[in-house]
């Protein structure tokens, strides 16, 4: 550590701090901490420099070199109840386990167990690039609501297929619902796709609108238009085994 500087009591106190190495990188940071109350009042600004995560936290999945800047505000520590916003943005190109990181800018908060992102910026290296303009969980109902307001691109299905697959997306998306019960999603989507392959038989790309809207109780309404085929389904049925039943 080349510079540290503390200021006040144990209990309650501002330090900065610049600390480098030869192996895990450099880390800088200016934190205000009070820990006189039950609930801890902090605000920290962290800059790094290649930093490696393995080296807090062994293991071979945290090893990494993060080159950011990162401002962290807040009240308390129990999700549940604690208030915080965090800005993150990258200074540079940086690595975390197989994930190759161009650029990522984060502006996001946890109110009493509900986490929003303001906006999220990110783009990976061979893909996806993500935008989101808007999202949001409430952790603490049961039912976990959620929106999701953004695109993703150049996203390869094989990741979540756990495939060869070669196909290709990308999604602009505005969606809400409960991830408790997907079944009750709503929403609109506009996806294209590429290198798509059937059985071994390359396929024409394609571009895809889709709108999931209630009905009635219990049921909705999907409508699906596409080069391939347009498709619509009412009343009840089950979107996890969508795919299957058509």
């Not at 509900?114 to 989101?132: F, K, N, W």
Request: proline fraction near 4%; charged fraction near 20%; hydrophobic fraction near 40%.
């Amino acid at each position: 550590i080349s510079n540290l500087a503390y200021v006040g009591e144990p209990l309650n106190f501002h330090t900065k701090f610049d600390a480098k190495s030869s192996g895990a990188g450099d880390a800088a940071g200016d934190v205000i901490l009070d820990l006189r109350n039950h609930q801890v009042v902090y605000r920290a600004g962290l800059k790094t420099v290649n930093f490696n995560i393995a080296a807090l936290i062994p293991g071979k999945q945290y090893e990494s070199s993060i080159t950011a800047e990162t401002q962290l505000a807040g009240k308390g520590t129990n999700w549940k109840t604690m208030v915080s916003t965090i800005v993150l943005k990258t200074n540079g190109p940086s690595a975390f386990g197989k994930y190759h990181i161009t650029s990522l800018d984060l502006a996001g908060a946890m109110k009493s167990g509900t986490m929003t992102a303001d906006h999220l910026d990110a783009i990976v290296e061979g893909g996806p690039e993500v935008h989101v303009r808007s999202a949001m969980v409430a952790f603490t109902n049961p039912n976990l609501p959620f929106h999701f307001d953004g695109t993703v691109k150049d996203f390869q299905l094989a990741e979540v297929l756990g495939s060869k697959n070669p196909a290709r997306v990308d999604l602009d998306a505005n969606l809400a619902g409960s991830a408790k019960d997907f079944e009750d999603v709503t929403g609109t989507a506009h996806a294209r796709l590429f290198d798509l392959e059937y059985r071994g038989h390359a396929l024409p790309d394609d571009s895809i609108d889709l709108k999931i809207s209630p009905t009635a109780s219990g049921e909705n309404n999907l409508t699906l238009r596409s080069k391939i085929a347009d498709v619509t389904i009412d009343h009840r049925f089950q979107l996890g085994t969508l795919t299957e039943d058509l």
